[in-house]
């Protein structure tokens, strides 16, 4: 039995590349494709999503539900464990966001579980699942020596914009790099940083032009 769904002209011309670039039939990369999805968004729909997501606030970076709306926008109003709300919208794929036409002035934070963006219409994303800024960095997830830090999704924006021009190829590389240097100087940081200290970091980070 088959049937037919419209397909733009430009989606169809890329899934015959991607078809061809793996020397097997149209049909096939569809399957692959939908194989794919359902292996990397392991919930069926976002109320599936948002059962797991309400069991894992900490996970996120979050501390309880203050506000729950099944039928409005944005889906939550959480607080974050320095006690700051936060309006948030739940998406399997970030990208519906701006395919459901919402309001990004009423969301300050998108959560879902892919995203190849770092914000979508100008609201910050935290992704389960985000692709590598350097494709070549995948092989990290793979090796024992790497493990993954979680940064607040303000911050790591912030870190972007002070990268740009530097040697850092990426904020991974970054953030790195000054914890490093802080665990050089572990017994100087024993137990807090002073305003010296951290003023101290950022020249050097400034004279070695990784930061402006």
Do not use: W
Not at 70 to 78: I, Q
Not at 114 to 132: D, K, Q, R, T, W
Not at 146 to 161: D, F, G, I, N
């Amino acid at each position: 039995m088959r049937t037919t769904i419209q397909v733009s002209d430009e989606l169809r011309k890329r899934l015959k590349v991607l078809a061809s670039e793996q020397d097997i039939p149209y049909e096939n990369a569809l399957n692959e494709l939908i194989e794919v999805f359902e292996a990397f968004i392991p919930f069926r729909n976002e109320r599936e999503f948002a059962k797991f997501f309400e069991k894992n606030l900490g996970v996120f970076g979050f501390e309880k539900i203050l506000e729950k709306r099944p039928k409005g926008y944005p889906d939550y109003r959480l607080s974050d464990k320095n006690g700051a709300e936060i309006e948030v919208e739940l998406e399997l794929i970030a990208k519906n966001f701006r395919h459901h036409r919402h309001d990004p002035k009423k969301a300050d934070l998108i959560v879902c579980v892919f995203s190849n963006e770092n914000e979508i219409l100008g609201v910050p994303v935290i992704s389960l699942i985000n692709v590598p800024e350097n494709k070549e960095d995948i092989i990290k997830y793979r090796r024992n020596d790497y493990t993954t830090v979680s940064l607040p999704a303000e911050l790591a924006k912030k870190l972007r914009e002070d990268i740009k021009g530097t040697g850092f190829k990426n904020v991974t590389d970054y953030v790195t790099f000054v914890l490093r240097e802080i665990a050089a100087n572990r017994a100087k940081y024993a137990d807090s940083t002073t305003e010296d200290d951290k003023e101290a970091v950022v020249e050097k980070l400034r004279a070695l032009g990784y930061i402006k």
